[in-house]
């Protein structure tokens, strides 16, 4: 398992989920068999190219924007964020709040959070709590994907961390498999414990290397989480 795939292995990967041959998606997308394979062998492609595979793979707006970050020389691994300015902008939050790094290691925390070290490990140790953790381990998955495609070398750490979604999930081996990716801000209402939540996570910037993650009950109040 890669997390920082090339291209090519994630288009495969994509196009063997979508249950198409290299034949068959050759065709659709209008350029011979072998242009396909040297896409999927990692021979740069147009631009034009790259938008007819796109439309063929039906990649949703998430999945293009992967494509596009994967086509372009990737950035240098992050430098540490500065903790006194994460610090700043969690501690005071009424709601459990954490900054998390590429790897969902856990940066700073609000002090209504539980204390944990990594928000998918813990997710993991309560994953019988989710009513549905097939769908949070997926997306997980998803988002690690997304955040490791900026990098050549986003490091070991999402590659543990991965691996343990997927050793803990079989929809998030699945989604890994499929080559599924999800990059925007969400807020969604989930459910712990037999309680509703909603869980929000957003970008801090533009930088990816570190991403806020809050929980609050459906009235926006603190909810009751354990560690």
């Given at each position: 398992m890669t997390v920082a795939q090339p291209v090519g292995v994630w288009l495969a990967a994509v196009r063997r989920g979508a249950g198409l041959t290299q034949t068959v998606a050759a065709?659709?997308?209008?350029?011979?068999?072998?242009a396909w394979q040297a896409i999927e062998a990692g021979r740069?492609?147009?631009p034009r190219t790259l938008a007819r595979v796109a439309e063929v793979l039906d990649l949703d707006a998430a999945a293009v924007r992967h494509l596009d970050r994967l086509s372009r020389p990737p950035y240098a691994a992050p430098a540490p964020p500065d903790p006194a300015?994460?610090?700043?902008?969690?501690?005071?939050?009424?709601?459990?709040?954490?900054?998390?790094?590429?790897?969902?290691?856990?940066?700073?925390?609000?002090?209504?959070?539980?204390?944990?070290?990594?928000?998918?490990?813990?997710?993991?140790?309560?994953?019988?709590?989710?009513?549905?953790?097939?769908?949070?381990?997926?997306?997980?998955?998803?988002r690690s994907r997304a955040v490791a495609s900026w990098y050549a070398a986003p490091g070991q750490a999402v590659l543990d961390i991965v691996a343990a979604l997927c050793a803990a999930s079989d929809a998030a081996a699945a989604a890994w498999s499929a080559?599924?990716?999800?990059?925007?801000?969400?807020h969604e209402v989930v459910r712990l414990a037999g309680s509703a939540i909603t869980m929000q996570w957003a970008w801090l910037g533009a930088d990816p290397s570190a991403r806020l993650v809050m929980i609050t009950d459906?009235?926006?109040?603190?909810?009751?989480?354990s560690s």
């Open positions: 065709r659709r997308a209008g350029i011979t068999s072998r740069q492609a147009s300015q994460l610090s700043q902008m969690v501690t005071g939050l009424a709601v459990p709040a954490w900054v998390v790094d590429p790897a969902w290691n856990v940066l700073s925390a609000s002090s209504a959070a539980p204390t944990v070290h990594n928000l998918a490990s813990w997710a993991i140790q309560i994953s019988s709590l989710w009513d549905d953790w097939p769908t949070i381990a997926g997306q997980a998955v998803a080559g599924r990716v999800e990059d925007t801000p969400h459906i009235d926006g109040r603190p909810p009751v989480l």
